[in-house]
């Protein structure tokens, strides 16, 4: 942290920077309320994420190769999880320990997403469509 900078008569710190601590922490925690509801915020290790699944880091590594699961680095690298990215991978493990193959399971699971999608832009859709509304599918 910085220290606070002098006036310019050298002997009393600016009333800005006085501020500043309070209003840092103020935003510091505004900013962390919104992460802990922000199912896409990469809050989990991989050594933390293998650990909540039950898994070993190299699937989820397998994971990410397969391109079913793309964490975020941080600055040094390391790969970063979603709450979001965890679902998947648990959902990856369960239909892996049913016996299938781990290709096919990515495949499974990407299906599945797209189909919650276009389930959820349907209803959006019917209840536009309910309240008067004009909103029609692009295209038509």
Same mark, same amino acid.
């Given at each position: 942290m910085k220290a606070p900078h002098m006036a310019q008569t050298g002997d009393q710190p600016d009333q800005p920077d006085q501020q500043r601590p309070q209003a840092a922490?103020?935003?510091?925690?505004a900013a962390l309320e919104g992460k802990f509801d922000d199912e896409d915020y990469p809050a989990y290790s991989m050594g933390r994420a293998a650990e909540?699944?039950?898994?070993?880091? /190299?699937f989820l590594r397998s994971l990410d190769t397969s391109r079913l699961i793309v964490p975020q680095r941080s600055s040094g690298g390391h790969r970063r999880y979603s709450r979001y990215q965890l679902r998947l991978a648990q959902r990856a493990r369960d239909l892996v320990d049913q016996g299938t193959a781990l290709e096919? /399971?990515?495949r499974i699971i990407i299906l599945e997403d797209q189909l919650a999608e276009a389930q959820r832009i349907n209803a959006r859709l019917r209840q536009d469509r309910?309240?008067?509304?004009t909103s029609r599918p692009p295209g038509q």
């Open positions: 922490a103020q935003d510091d925690s909540m699944l039950g898994v070993t880091p /190299a096919a /399971a990515c309910s309240e008067g509304g």
